[in-house]
């Protein structure tokens, strides 16, 4: 049976259409009998944030994220990652860094319990509201000062008790975790595959 050009055309488009791709962080803490690996998922939203989003996946994709660390805990209230100057082992220039370019806002989104958002320098220097290109926070509880004022992109909807876990970690006077919470991977995979044995999917960003 032949398959015409056209319904393979519309077999394709209907299947991207049902891609649902979300982000995987692989995040390891601890030593010897206390080492812990765990999970957890972010979600997008693409409609939102659609530059943010693509910026995100791509950096997923690329490994960029792979051996950072969390450099910031609030117990029960955030974390904080994405600097690829936490690779160093020097903490005074942990939270400074990015991957060379800033993002426009898209600042559509409440700050709620498991939102992932862009961290960005303050008003007093940065007027526009650029985010930073790779730094992320992820909300443990509401923050409504923050509406209004951070691109909110995502938000975690598998494995938040495991930022819960990270965001209670031991910490030093900048809330920098004693231990390294380190990403050990990251990568794309649909939506349908959490809970399943993970298959890695070729998603591109913007997908």
């Given at each position: 049976m032949r398959i015409s050009t056209a319904a393979i055309c519309l077999f394709f488009i209907l299947n991207v259409c049902k891609a649902d791709p979300v982000a995987v962080f692989d995040v390891r803490w601890g030593r010897g009998a206390d080492l812990q690996r765990r999970s957890f998922a972010i979600a997008f939203?693409?409609?939102?944030?659609?530059?943010?989003?693509?910026?995100?996946?791509?950096l997923v994709q690329d490994g960029f994220y792979r051996k950072t660390i969390f450099h910031r805990v609030y117990p029960n209230y955030?974390?904080?990652?994405?600097?690829?100057?936490?690779?160093?082992?020097?903490?005074?220039v942990m939270g400074t860094g990015g991957p060379g370019y800033s993002l426009q806002p898209e600042i559509r989104r409440r700050h709620l319990r498991g939102s992932v958002a862009m961290g960005r320098l303050p008003d007093n220097v940065n007027p526009n509201r650029l985010s930073n290109g790779s730094q992320f926070y992820i909300c443990l509880q509401p923050i409504p000062g923050q509406d209004g004022l951070d691109t909110v992109f995502g938000e975690v909807i598998s494995g938040l008790q495991v930022v819960d876990e990270i965001s209670r970690l031991p910490a030093d006077n900048n809330?920098?975790?004693?231990?390294?919470?380190e990403v050990q991977r990251t990568y794309?995979?649909?939506r349908s595959q959490l809970g399943q044995p993970i298959r890695k999917t070729a998603f591109r960003p913007g997908t």
């Open positions: 939203f693409e409609r939102e944030a659609p530059q943010t989003v693509a910026n995100f996946k791509r955030l974390v904080q990652g994405g600097d690829p100057l936490s690779r160093r082992k020097d903490r005074s809330a920098n975790p004693l231990e390294r919470v794309l995979i649909d």
